[in-house]
């Protein structure tokens, strides 16, 4: 565990209060306070070339297998991603993949939205036709159109430099067969009495099982040299296509696109289709072939000069655009650190915006238009903070109106006042998997991140999900199909923007984020964890630029959570007041919480597996940041 912030400390180098203040970062910083050292569990990394990080050792020796074979950033995040799906790092390929990239020739950031949609038939009314509150947990059910397969190709097609096969490479050497890790194994057999349900689930995942013993194990031993040979068969499909079109005389991006088209409309979506409809599930082949992946602009706001980059309002990462608009109103360092006051400011700014996210969010290729103009606007962030109470937490805070602040009139005026909550116990840690494991074991098991960045200014950050265990394996493809249509509401009381239609993209809780300081990289982070997600990272970048923190430091440091947001799985539940705190936070900060209005729940560690990249312009070199909370890792040049 890293050391309390009260501990003494021990002098190091200065290169990263150098840096700081050759960005103009340190502002009111006290220089004293700054040059303090903090121990750390992982090492920073350091790299001239490039760094690779995701969420587990073996995807990134992927992406450091891509850099050291002439690949740019996109495509070793493209091959880490390919590795982090096959070892079902917790994602499959039938996940969805949401992506940022700086473009160092354009100077600009942009989203990839590989996310999918919700199939022909699901309906609010499908659902409650057959006595179900919405779409379930797991299962054909629960699945939208497979997006991981499009977001990985038309990355690599838009920005990347090498092919489908070199990219795939590492990820079909693993699924010809890997050694097992200890986490994924259990994370497998705990979810045994579902995957037993869907016999490809079975077949793939538990190849020791036996119905006569089903209390013996049945996962993959940790060690053991797992084999997925139907995952490898539809791998090499996508490249057969690829080599064939291009023996054929297309051009890269043609024979990229052939791929595509052999995936979304060929024999693989057949599979998919035939396999999910056996099932019970919705999926046409109308619907794959409408499937899109959107390449586009991201959100954007500033924090004190530095432009944060978010994918917009498909996903929460706004959320974390309004809570930094809200915060620049206050002066977060003269707090200190982690203190009652501060974790009180964080709290509330948290809760405006993501009551906000609960009522306005969705996608914005299917009507209505969401308000996020006015969302971002710095004067509706002034308002939103003077609704702060600073004595005590306010449990039934309800979203704002911004549409004063676009010009508009709110069409949901209605349905705003006569909002409520809905309250309930928390079903799970804010964590996009459910077994029989703790709160704590789950969070290291949810879903990954990807970052990455080359000395030519390529920077890439993903966070791919959905196809977690327990899926449901589509056919002979090895793809588990994702989880996500859980995401959507059924009630417009709740969200008259993310209720479920055919066609239409849940609001995810998936949010990769890209800072950039005088228009150059600054920071790339990410984080795993359902709703945790932008609460972990607003800290983190708080962290650097208002406490003066390294990345690694950043990374492992003290994050609070709040439950206060209705969550974005299950029940859609809210729990106002519910504070988890790290176990080290001192007494007096806790008692001092608790007097306003706070129940306190603590674990051992709460930074959450943040992966982040910082970039040192004033030495040319990137630093790479790792959390020590599970087991993410990294590789630098």
Known sequence: MMRSRHAAQSSRPRRWLAALAGLGLLGALHVAAAQEARDTIKPTLHGKHWVAITGKPLAASAGALTFANGGNAVDAACAMLAAAATMWDTLSWGGETVALVYDPRAG?????????????????????????HGPPDYGPLAAVTPGTVGGLITMLSEFGTMSLEQVLGPAMQMAAGYPMEQTAAL??????????????????????????????????????????????????????????ALHAGKNRKQALQAAYERFYRGDIGREIVAASQAAGGLFTMEDLDRYKVYVEEPAMTTYKGIEVYKLTHWVQGPVLLQTLNILENVDLKSMGYNSARYIHALYQAMNLAFADRDFYYGDPYVPPIEPIKGLLSKEY????????????????????????????????????????PKLGDRRR???????????????????????????????????????????????????????????????????????????????????????????????????????????NLLQFFLNVVEFGMSVQQAAEAANINSYQMHESFGMHTSDPGHLLVRADTPSWVRAELERMGYRIETWAKTSGPINAIYFDRVHGTLWGGSSDFGEDYGIAW
């Open 108 to 132: 600009k950031v942009r989203g990839i939205n590989a996310l999918g949609v919700a199939p022909t038939g699901a309906t609010p009314e499908f659902f409650r036709s057959r006595g179900m």
């Open 429 to 535: 840690a804010a964590v996009d998997v459910e077994h029989t494991l703790t709160d704590e074991q789950a969070f290291r098991a949810g879903t990954t991140s990807v970052q990455a960045a080359d000395e030519q200014g390529w920077v890439v950050s993903i966070t791919p999900s959905g196809g977690w265990v327990p899926a449901f394996i589509a056919g002979n493809t090895g793809f588990g199909l994702s989880q996500r249509m859980q995401a959507f509401v059924m009630d417009e009381a709740m969200s008259p923007f993310n209720v479920l239609a055919p066609g239409k993209r849940p609001r995810a809780t998936l949010s990769p984020s890209i800072a950039l300081k005088d228009g150059k990289p600054l920071l790339s982070f990410a984080v795993q964890g359902g709703d945790a997600q932008d609460q």
């Open 381 to 420: 962030a002034r308002q939103r903070y003077g609704e702060i109470n600073w004595q005590r937490n306010v449990p039934l805070q309800p979203p704002g109106d911004p549409y004063p602040f676009q010009g508009q009139t709110n069409p949901y005026r209605e349905l705003l006042e006569r909002w409520k």
């Open 187 to 244: 994370n497998i057999e705990n979810s045994k009495e579902l995957l037993v349900r869907w016999e490809s689930s079975r077949r793939v995942l538990l190849p020791h099982y036996d119905p006569a013993h089903p209390q013996q194990w049945s996962a993959p031993y940790p060690g053991e040299i797992f084999k997925q040979p139907e995952l490898l068969a539809t791998l090499q499909k996508l490249v057969a296509a690829e080599r064939d």
